[in-house]
């Protein structure tokens, strides 16, 4: 095939793919549909048989299991109440702000990356928290529900990150180096997050009202202990995953099973540990493990009928033609991850798009811890546009809040990742001198 054919080919398999999404079909279906169709074009009928290897040979990873176990660590840590008793926790040391709940969310949505890894139930618990909250101190709901919506997917930047570990495996890059890697890109889109609201609530005073006597009173003494031991579990908890992953005495995977014994032993010390709390944890678990997984054997399909085309060669020789200027074309795969993530769910654009973009990465010999960083940012981008993002929509489903008066909220946010992106893009160091 001629590499104007090639070009022509990708443009119909993805369009083919984005038209099936909408028309309603889960997303695995349609990778592993298109997928199919292509290898029996492209190679002919006896070529299927491969396919069964390509499924297997994309879940025999040992990297993988860290998945079904940081889900069922976070799974038992919300059921158990910790992270409502982190939230609660927090708050008494924001009081001297006027928009001390804001602060809090961006916080807790920061610290509970290191407890859940999970962006959506994040959002979810931070909505069931945090809005009761704001709504009993009439915070405005286009911005609360905004800050809880963009803190939600820091849980992507702050280890442990699931859309990490499958970059990691797809990618063959070191997860706990990409562990790393997304700490202070996380920690500066907090900070950012936090110094945007503080200034908000400065200029304009209407969006949340005058500090109230309840919450951020001056505390004595007793009470800031008490809000101490409070966050004490779970920052210990927090501290043995990362340090047992950086310390270099565990995987990733050997974490994620430390992590879930102490999330069982913090379940039994609240005494909320019991049968029911195991098996609604363990159930819910299993049931977005196999949803990723499915995910990812039909990404893995679609990956090889398109190396099967040479599309990812092809883009890659393109590539090279351009290599003078690197920064077009980084600008311009970041404009396509962009308009992606509007339509596509985070996991699934990873899955999907990495084994294409990877080869136009070594041209440009970018560093691929540093392009999975921007890559998750942009994962994150996506968790909160709309017409697809899912946070969007698991903030409004909890707190019963119309769509068209939460997205007014949302711009600031998705620019301060934009800047996020460009700081990292202007000084990578950012966020790989930890690793350096």
């Keep these: 095939m001629s590499e104007a054919s090639i070009v022509v080919a990708a443009i119909c398999a993805f369009g083919s793919m984005i038209v099936l999404i909408l028309g309603g079909i889960y997303i695995s279906v349609a990778l592993g549909l298109i997928g199919i169709v292509v290898v029996y074009l492209g190679m002919g009928p006896s070529a299927l048989n491969i396919l069964s290897h390509v499924a297997w040979n994309s879940l025999d990873s040992f ?40 602060h809090v969310v961006v916080l807790g949505g920061a ?62 890059t070191s997860v706990s180096k990409l562990f790393m890697a997304g700490i202070m890109p996380g920690i500066l889109s907090a900070i950012l997050f936090m110094a945007y609201n503080e200034i908000t609530v400065r200029l304009k005073p209407r969006i949340v009202p005058a500090i109230a006597t309840d919450g951020s009173r001056e505390l004595n003494f007793k009470e800031l202990m008490s809000a101490s031991a409070t966050l004490i579990p779970p920052f210990i908890l927090i501290i043995i995953i990362l340090g047992s992953i950086y310390g270099g005495v565990a995987t990733p995977t050997e ?24 098996m609604d944890s363990a159930s819910s678990a299993i049931q977005l493990t196999a949803t990723i997984s499915w995910i990812l054997v039909g990404a893995q399909i679609f990956s090889f009928a398109m190396a099967s085309m040479r599309i990812p060669a092809t883009l890659a020789e ?15 795969i970041f404009t396509i991850y962009f308009i992606l993530g509007c339509f596509v769910d985070s996991i699934s654009l990873i899955m999907l798009t990495t084994p294409i973009t990877m080869p136009i990465i070594k041209v440009l010999r970018i560093d691929p811890l540093f392009f999975g960083v921007i890559l998750v940012l942009f994962c994150n981008i996506g968790q909160m546009t709309p017409p697809f993002g899912a946070s969007l929509y698991v903030a409004s489903a909890t707190s019963k809040v119309d769509l068209t008066r939460i997205i007014p909220g949302l711009p600031p946010y998705i620019i301060l990742y934009i800047v996020v992106v460009a700081l990292l893009m202007l000084f990578p160091e950012i966020s790989l001198f930890i690793i350096r």
Excluded at 129 to 151: G, P, Q
Excluded at 319 to 328: E, L
């Design 111 to 172: 610290i509970l990356g290191a407890l859940c890894g999970s962006a959506l139930a994040i959002s979810a618990t931070l909505t069931n928290v945090a809005f009761s909250y704001m709504k009993r101190e009439n915070y405005d709901e286009s911005v609360s529900l905004a800050t809880i919506i963009a803190s939600g997917p820091l849980g992507f930047l702050i280890p442990p990150s699931i859309p990490f570990i499958i970059y990691g495996t797809i990618t063959s």
């Design 318 to 332: 393109i590539a090279t033609r351009f290599s003078t200027y690197p920064v077009i074309i980084e600008i311009s």
């Design 63 to 102: 990297v993988l299991l860290a998945v079904p176990l940081f889900m069922l660590m976070s799974e038992v840590l919300i059921r158990a109440g910790v992270v409502e008793s982190l939230f609660k926790g927090l708050l008494p040391f924001l009081g001297w702000s006027r928009g001390k709940i804001l």
């Design 255 to 278: 974490a994620a099973g430390v992590g879930c014994i102490g999330a069982f032993i913090l379940a039994a010390a609240r005494r909320k540990l019991n049968w029911k709390l195991l």
